[in-house]
């Protein structure tokens, strides 16, 4: 069970979804999802697990371009990465505890890689 946290962009409570053995915080307002260590690849790999983004792809979009994150669990601030097979997907990585901060949307479409993807990879806009 993860600790009372608030959302590492619009400050929200966050609340616990359990799914398959792993703890996942998802904001109870944008929906975005926080991971602690590797649980995001170890949720990579459960058949189903993108139900727990069950948020607005287009809300998690609008929080993507914020370059100011904190971490909700230590409170400094994470750094802004692109995943390195889905270029398009931007999160946030903790260097102090390891979490993963992915806004709406991102967590389902990481769970999917298909040849869309590789595509979509060439026309990724640059990291500023």
């Not at 979804?17 to 459960?46: K, M, N, T, Y």
């Not at 669990?73 to 990465?81: E, H, L």
Request: net charge negative; hydrophobic share 40%; aromatic share 10%.
């Amino acid at each position: 069970m993860l600790a009372a946290m608030k959302c590492a962009k619009c400050r929200a409570l966050m609340e616990t979804v359990r799914v398959a053995d792993i703890d996942v915080g998802r904001c109870s307002a944008c929906r975005g999802l926080w991971f602690e260590g590797c649980d995001l690849d170890r949720l990579l790999e459960v058949p189903g697990a993108e139900d727990v983004d069950d948020g607005d792809a287009s809300v998690g979009r609008k929080y993507n371009d914020e370059r100011r994150v904190r971490c909700p669990r230590c409170d400094v601030p994470m750094v802004r990465m692109a995943h390195a097979q889905q270029s398009h997907i931007w999160y946030e990585r903790c260097g102090t505890c390891g979490g993963t901060w992915l806004d709406a949307g991102e967590f389902r479409d990481l769970a999917v890689y298909d040849w869309f993807d590789v595509v979509r990879g060439w026309f990724a806009r640059e990291r500023t």
